[in-house]
């Protein structure tokens, strides 16, 4: 089955702590995403990468870094600088970065204590 | 900051009825808005989509409506059913200030609830 993983589906770490959410895709995009969704906020670009090797701050990237070593990965590291990490993390990729079209994974919530 | 107005936050209808969520954009450079469903602990998944050209675009229950010069959008969902209740986001589109990336930008959602 073509589409994106997350795993995992839970995380809880440590206040302190730095935590890799990982998100793959088999969908053969170019362009991948990584959303931060809270309660009552919607969704927000933390970081996106439009090629491997490439990757662009989004509109809350402070406290997050990523990597784009290949197309079909696009890990995301929550740091300890990260002041509220608690929420639900959302990959996404499309077919390229112009494209319209984005296609969510299921989702990592983190919970850091 | 590009912005996406949604409302109401939570709607609740009566199984046969119509829901309607309501979304209003501020940036002319927006030429894409798809709403997107979503059910508790997954992913949102793309639901229907409009580009600013028309004024409305129906698939199935579910329907667009746009007044490009309101600058505002909403989505109708027909015969609402219980297996329709989820968080439902609108979305704006436009390509990044920076390049020729497009980005979304996301409305705060809108919980539906289905009585049966």
């Known amino acids: 089955d073509g589409g994106i993983t997350q795993s995992p589906k839970y995380l809880f770490r440590k206040e302190g702590q730095n935590v890799t959410l990982s998100c793959e895709q088999n969908?053969?995009?170019?362009?991948m995403y990584w959303y931060r969704q809270d309660p009552g906020q919607g969704l927000r670009l933390i970081y996106y990468?439009?090629?491997?090797?490439?990757?662009q701050k989004g509109d809350i990237a402070e406290g997050y870094s990523v990597s784009r070593e290949k197309k079909e990965s696009f890990p995301l590291t929550v740091t300890s600088a990260q002041k509220n990490p608690t929420a639900f993390y959302l990959c996404?990729?499309?077919?390229?970065?112009?494209?319209?079209?984005?296609?969510f994974g299921p989702g990592t919530r983190l919970t850091v204590l | 900051q590009q912005q996406v107005k949604q409302s109401p936050q939570s709607l609740i209808v009566q199984k046969g009825g119509i829901s309607i969520i309501n979304c209003a954009y501020e940036?002319?450079?927006?030429?894409?808005f798809p709403w997107y469903q979503q059910f508790p602990g997954k992913g949102p998944a793309l639901l229907i989509a409009?580009?600013?050209?028309?004024s409305e675009k129906k698939e199935g229950r579910f329907t667009i409506s746009f007044n490009k010069s309101a600058k505002q959008f909403s989505l109708h969902i027909m015969d609402s059913q219980p297996g329709d209740s989820a968080t439902y986001f609108c979305?704006?589109?436009?390509?990044?200030?920076?390049?020729?990336?497009?980005?979304?930008?996301f409305g705060s959602g809108t919980q539906l609830t289905v009585l049966p």
């Open positions: 409009i580009r600013p050209d028309v």
């Open positions: 990468s439009q090629i491997v090797n490439d990757f």
């Open positions: 996404a990729s499309s077919i390229s970065a112009g494209d319209n079209e984005q296609f």
């Open positions: 969908l053969n995009h170019d362009a």
């Open positions: 979305a704006a589109q436009a390509v990044f200030s920076s390049g020729s990336a497009r980005q979304l930008t």
């Open positions: 940036n002319t450079a927006f030429d894409y």
